[in-house]
């Protein structure tokens, strides 16, 4: 099968906890429950393409342990390539540590373990797959020289290429925004890219002018229940958020991406793609977990707000 999306990226085990709220520093708090649910942006990203309509490769690393083959087999699931998932000798396969409370909001550690170890040469070894795809989705939970390389390539061959930042801790690399077609950041990765605070839409709007003078081709912004703002240099639009009772946003921002990829592959507008992505988004966050909230095709068709 020829693919159509590509995502270079992590795959995470999410060991999730529900809990009234989020623990404070030095404080053992008592939870509600517990599961271990597939998860990494890379990964989510991947299955909501290929749940939303795309054709699906991965390329990532894993362990080589039992999280490592119950990720590989949840991508297989969806008919996602997996020939590039490598599983890694001697390290732990990704984890994610996260706690999830009351209001639906999350905090997360992540620890990289087999993320870490996916190296700009096992990006080129599957450069088949690159070449293959029409758009390319990179997040920040793999090395910063695979990030690198694969923007680089995904510009030299002529894809759309997609960055979403995250997790951000600052600025990026100024030379990495000539390769980006779309940056997709959340209101915190805006202000850690930007170094202006994302507060309000009119934060954003100043925020996402900054990201396209540095050079990205277009910016959403993802801003939770205020919806989303498109900019490309031309025009703002803002994107309303849909009206949903959400129950866990983990995989939210994820879906979105994924969705959108999907859309575009697809021939869709780039506002379509965003319609479409959001309604996929906000299916997503009334269900729990990352992978299992996804929605399908036929969910986000028959969505009526
Ligand atoms: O974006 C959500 C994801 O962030 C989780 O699935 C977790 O693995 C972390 O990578």
Redesign the pocket.
Known sequence: MDVNVVVVG?L?M?LVTRAERLPRAGETLAGESFATVA???GA?QAVAAARLGARVAMIGCVGADAYGEQLRAALEREQIDCQAVTSVEGVATGV?L?VVDASSQNA?V?VAGGNGQLSPAAVAHFDGLLQQAEVIICQL?VPQATVEHTLARGRALGKTVILNP?PAAGPLPADWYASIDYLIPNESEAAALSGLPVVSLESAEAAAGRLLALGAGKVIITLGEQGALFADGQCFEHFAALPVQALDT??A??TFVGGFAAALAQGKSEREAIAFGQVAAALSVTRAG?QPSIPGLNDVQGFRP
């Open positions: 992590s995470n999410d998860g990494g942006k989510n994610a996260i997360i992540v939970e995250a983990t995989g921002g994820d990352a």
